[in-house]
């Protein structure tokens, strides 16, 4: 297939480009690197031999983006472009609506005026907001607590609204839990800016050494340890995830909605403790107060999507915490 991929540069763009040119996938990668580099698009090719295209393009500016439509012909499009910090969305929140909702709105149009109407979008599971009861089912009401969560609710919702208006269009929306670890090689993982608002990325530099210690923020929270419970995903079966969904969409099923996670939930200090086996390194860390807006847990009912994509999570923490070492030794600065 062809496929145009937003946001292709970033953690888990990259990644899924990878696993689809590796799958003989046609790639075309658009993505401003207002949070990436080129580098891990160089990385790729390396490692899977084969070219993809790349256009630094912001979503925002139609008409550059009208260009890419113009040059090449799509099967798919895959929207993983967006600004995804939860506590830089409270700040900034015209930022966060203008980037993403314009953003998507100036894509969605160009898809629907050159005829291509698959698409599969990043949303999250931050929609869920507090949830009553885990694990959490699709099914279950959607309540984000952030600017951030609401620019992807705002858009599955507009999402919907095409698919009533014009039964063409074919959508899977897939709301991923906690995306973490990198590939096997070490060549391409994930790259935060400055320090890391996220626990694995804040883990393996305190590991590495370029963080003191580690700040758990609370823990009186009610889970079996006191700390937050996540379900962390290995960002390759993530990434896997989007090629079941892009198969499911030549089914052509209409509008599909899909948690994608393990269904398994770990604390902040079991995350710790399989990275110091996993790493040999000790992991300082202080108990600190909660941090807002946090959740006590959160993890995924993932049947849905092993019923109707046949797509399950097969790594477990071991190669979570493994990939990500490797990542964080080999390029202990990130991409340079
Ligand atoms: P990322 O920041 O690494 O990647 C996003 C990419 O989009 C970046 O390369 C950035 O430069 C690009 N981008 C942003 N705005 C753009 C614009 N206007 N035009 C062109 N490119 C633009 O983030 P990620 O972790 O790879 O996340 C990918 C998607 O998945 C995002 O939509 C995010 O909201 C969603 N998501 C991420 C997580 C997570 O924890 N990482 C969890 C749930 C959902
Ligand atoms: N945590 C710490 N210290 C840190 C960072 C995190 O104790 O330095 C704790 C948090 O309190 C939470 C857990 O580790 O209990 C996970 O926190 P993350 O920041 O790694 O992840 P979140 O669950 O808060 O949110 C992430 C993304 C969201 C996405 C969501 C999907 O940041 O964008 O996963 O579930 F929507």
């Not at 012909?73 to 314009?102: M, W």
């Not at 959508?171 to 994930?190: D, T, W």
Request: overall charge negative.
């Amino acid at each position: 297939m062809n496929i145009l991929v937003t946001g292709g540069a970033g953690y888990i763009g990259s990644h899924t480009c990878l696993s689809l040119m590796e799958e003989g996938h046609d790639i075309c990668v658009v993505d401003n690197l207002s949070n990436s580099k080129e580098t891990p698009l160089k990385r790729i090719q390396e490692i899977t031999g084969r070219r993809l295209q790349f256009y630094r393009i912001d979503l925002t500016q139609k008409a550059s983006l009208v260009q890419v439509f113009e040059d090449r012909r799509f099967d798919a499009v895959i929207h993983f472009a967006g600004l995804k910090a939860v506590g830089e969305s409270v700040l900034v929140p015209l930022a966060y609506y203008s980037n993403n909702i314009v953003g998507s709105l100036v894509l969605f149009e160009l898809m629907d005026a050159y005829g291509v109407k698959n698409i599969v979008f990043s949303s999250s599971a931050t929609v869920y907001g507090e949830p009553e009861k885990v694990p959490i089912k699709e099914s279950f009401p959607v309540c984000p607590a952030n600017p951030y969560g609401r620019t992807k609710l705002h858009i599955e919702h507009i999402l919907r609204d095409l698919f009533a208006a014009d039964r063409k269009w074919n959508i899977a929306i897939l709301r991923y839990f906690n995306p973490v670890g990198a590939h096997p090689s070490g060549m391409i993982g994930e790259d935060p800016n400055d320090i890391p608002n996220n626990l694995m990325p804040f883990i393996s530099q305190v590991a590495v050494g370029k963080q003191q210690e580690l700040f758990v923020y609370g823990n009186d929270y009610p889970t079996h340890d006191g700390t937050g419970v996540r379900d962390y995903i290995h960002v390759m079966d993530l990434a896997h995830g989007h090629a079941y969904a892009l198969n499911k969409l030549g089914e052509a099923p209409g509008l599909v909605t899909y948690n994608l996670g393990t269904g398994k939930g770990f604390s902040v200090l079991e995350m710790v403790s399989a990275f110091e086996k996993v790493s040999g390194k000790p992991v300082p860390y202080k108990i600190v107060s909660r941090r807002e807006g946090d959740i006590a847990t959160c993890y995924a009912d993932p049947s849905l999507a092993e019923k109707e994509l046949d797509w399950k999570a097969k790594l477990g923490i071991n190669e979570m915490c493994e990939d990500t070492w490797r990542w964080q030794k080999k390029n202990p600065d990130g991409y340079i």
